[in-house]
């Protein structure tokens, strides 16, 4: 299938196309390369566009059979300071997007939604079937593009998958794509980089947190892994799939500690680091019920947390070497 991705040249974009290559798909990358490098999207076709312009999508759309939509802004805290970005982008231009599609043939649709669309879980695992109150913006315009899809299909014939994902992590394992954010508000890239000196002390955020060893608990799931569930999700869609949504996550929480101590199990040096106050609405602990990725897409994740921080320390030598220039 010919697939229009949105975001391609983006770090969870970029690993996905080329999960789709390797299925023997055609990806169209489609980017206005505002937060996106177009070194990631070397050896494929790039439209350099904005998602909002209907002529550019008209004519990016022909002959695509379905679009992955990872094109969005994507940091919690400038939602925060800048609502009207955030619903701009991921609602008024994802919307014109979704208008693009409705006029083209297109009708399988795949979004990149995210674990903060729960907001605070009062129980976990999280399941799809937990309550979804965002605690930011960048939450709400996510779970208001859900539900237009939901919507959308209902009415309009618009088929889609919306993946929930938890914390995307690691980098490609052949070396030639990884996580690179300016600025980088990540935490294991954060960890790595404080680990080689090339950014000050991590700050770790709370250290009295209702948690096992008091920091906070997260669910890292390899990038690769999700950009396979992408192509399993299309495949769903290509079967006759219904309009669903799904977590992606490894369903293992792990704490900011344990974090730390992996780091530095993988890269042999000490990760210095200091506490500071909790985050305002930072969540203190959230990991995935991936069960209906399972069973519906037969999806499961093949990098644990240390084969994920190797791919990620890899990537950052690369980085730190000078090897990789944008
Ligand atoms: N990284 C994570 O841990 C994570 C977790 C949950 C959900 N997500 C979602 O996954 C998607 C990808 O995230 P990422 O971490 O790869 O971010 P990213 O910033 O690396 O990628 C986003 C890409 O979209 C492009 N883009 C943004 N707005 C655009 C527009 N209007 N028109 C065209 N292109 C545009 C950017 O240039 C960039 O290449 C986002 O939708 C994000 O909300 C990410």
């Not at 690993?15 to 299925?23: F, G, I, N, T």
Request: aromatic share 8%.
């Amino acid at each position: 299938m010919r697939v229009l991705v949105t975001g391609g040249s983006g770090y969870v974009g970029s690993h996905a196309v080329r999960e789709l290559s390797a299925a023997g798909h055609e990806a169209v990358i489609y980017d206005n390369l505002s937060t996106g490098h177009r070194r990631f999207s070397e050896g494929y076709r790039l439209i350099e566009a904005d998602i909002a312009d209907g002529a550019a999508l008209a004519g990016a759309l022909e002959g695509c059979d379905a679009v992955m939509h990872f094109a969005a802004s994507a940091y919690v805290g400038e939602s925060v300071e800048n609502p009207r970005k955030y619903f701009r982008n991921n609602v008024e231009s994802a919307l014109k997007l979704l208008d693009g599609v409705l006029a083209s043939r297109t009708r399988l649709f795949i979004f990149s939604s995210t674990c903060a669309t729960y907001g605070i879980p009062r129980t976990l695992p999280i399941t799809e079937t937990s309550r979804r109150e965002p605690i930011n913006p960048y939450g709400a315009t996510k779970m208001f593009f859900e539900q237009a899809l939901a919507a959308y299909s209902v009415s309009h014939g618009l088929r889609s998958v919306s993946l929930r994902y938890f914390n995307a992590a690691g980098a490609h394992p052949g070396g030639a794509i990884g996580e690179l954010h300016e600025p980088e508000t990540h935490l294991i890239p954060l960890a790595l980089k404080a680990a080689l000196g090339t950014a000050p002390a991590l700050k770790v955020y709370g250290k009295d947190l209702k948690t096992e060893d008091g920091t906070c608990i997260r669910d890292y799931v390899h990038v690769s892994d999700l950009g396979r569930a992408h192509v399993l999700a299309l495949d769903y869609l290509a079967q006759g799939g219904a309009t669903t949504a799904m977590n992606l996550g490894t369903g293992e929480g792990t704490s900011v500690a344990q974090l730390i101590a992996a780091v530095e199990r993988v890269s042999g040096r000490s990760v210095p680091h200091t506490y500071v106050e909790p985050r305002a609405g930072d969540p203190p602990a959230l990991f995935a019920d991936a069960a209906r990725a399972r069973s519906v897409l037969g999806w499961r994740p093949r990098f644990d947390l240390l084969e994920t921080l190797r791919t990620a320390w890899n990537w950052e030598l690369k980085l730190q070497a000078g090897g990789y220039r944008i």
